[in-house]
């Protein structure tokens, strides 16, 4: 049988050099992070940002995020402050980006902010991630590796079915830990959460010790448009379904065992339920079923950050 993933590879030495030297090449990879996996680009490379934008069929108005290894180099870039070295030692390497004003000298392209005065910055943990970015003198850009305003993808093959073989190396990673994308606060003025993830507003405010802001934001950040992370078949929250034909994400115990339900997680674990959405909203695509249904999911901790992508998943 023909092997259909033959851009998808482990992690090994001999995959670690081709991918940078793809990567300074001006090509794009995608790569596994414990969020979710992303098209990773040089940031420094307008060219080459260009690339991601156009493969992904991305809104140019929507910023992506660029993606360190060390805070050296990000202070090049970003001007850093003191609520940015607080939540960088206790939160990085990990799920959280930062959005700070830029450096006039910085050599990240301006496409790759929207033409913004600010940059979406994080320090990934997943280690070959991380391998990666210390070979390379330049930072990556690197948004969710599907198409725009898909679901983001999980696994390696996930990133196949969007783009086949218009990506020369995807790297496997195994399945994102973490399973939805990064929590992302605007550090410009007061603290603002622009899009919740498993780090909690309420972790954050806890720690700063203070209230994060509420104003209104223009779109500084990726997961800020109205349709996002949609399955391609409309989700209605909050109603159970009425048709076979119709899927039901359920949260908890008490639920039978159904061929249209899908449980987040049995345990009531929120941290798990955000895990398993994008994989199970997957499946159930897959299998053909026209809508899916959701029950309700508890609004707190990381069950804020699953809301608000079934909200924008039901525009």
């Known amino acids: 049988m023909k092997n259909i993933y033959s851009n998808i590879y482990s992690f090994n030495k001999k995959i670690l050099k081709k991918t940078v030297n793809s990567l300074k090449a001006g090509n ?72 700070l004003k830029r450096r006039i000298d910085t050599k990240v392209v301006s496409i790759a902010s929207a033409n913004l005065g600010t940059l979406a910055v994080r320090f990934p943990k997943h280690k070959i991630a991380r391998s990666i970015l210390r070979y390379l003198q330049f930072p990556l850009a690197m948004p969710s590796a ?112 159904k061929k249209n339900y899908f449980n987040l997680s049995k345990n009531a674990d929120l941290k798990e339920a955000a895990a398993n959405l994008y994989k199970i909203m997957r499946k159930i695509k897959k299998k053909g079923f026209k809508k899916i249904f959701v029950s309700k999911i508890p609004n707190t901790g990381p069950g804020i950050a699953i809301n608000d992508r079934l909200i924008r998943a039901s525009k």
């Open 28 to 99: 794009i990879v995608s790569l596994p992070t414990e969020t979710v996996y992303g098209l990773a680009a040089s940031a420094y490379s307008k060219k080459a940002v260009g690339k991601i934008f156009k493969l992904k069929k991305r809104p140019k108005k929507n910023p992506l995020i660029i993606h360190y290894y060390r805070l050296k180099d990000l202070k090049k870039d970003v001007i850093l402050n003191e609520y940015f070295f607080k939540l960088y030692k206790k939160f990085c390497p990990g799920p959280i980006t930062f959005i």
């Open 146 to 257: 599907n198409l725009s305003s898909n679901l983001s993808p999980v696994y390696a093959r996930d990133v196949f079915e969007d783009f086949k073989k218009k990506l020369s190396i995807i790297i496997d990673g195994g399945k994102s830990k973490i399973g939805i994308e990064s929590t992302v606060i605007d550090l410009t003025s007061k603290p603002k959460i622009l899009r919740p993830g498993v780090i909690s507003s309420a972790q954050i405010k806890k720690f700063l010790k203070i209230k994060l802001s509420k104003k209104k934001s223009d779109i500084r950040s990726p997961g800020m448009l109205k349709k996002h992370y949609s399955p391609g078949i409309p989700v209605i929250i909050g109603l159970k379904p009425k048709n076979l034909n119709y899927a039901y994400i359920v949260f908890g115990k008490g639920y039978k065992v």
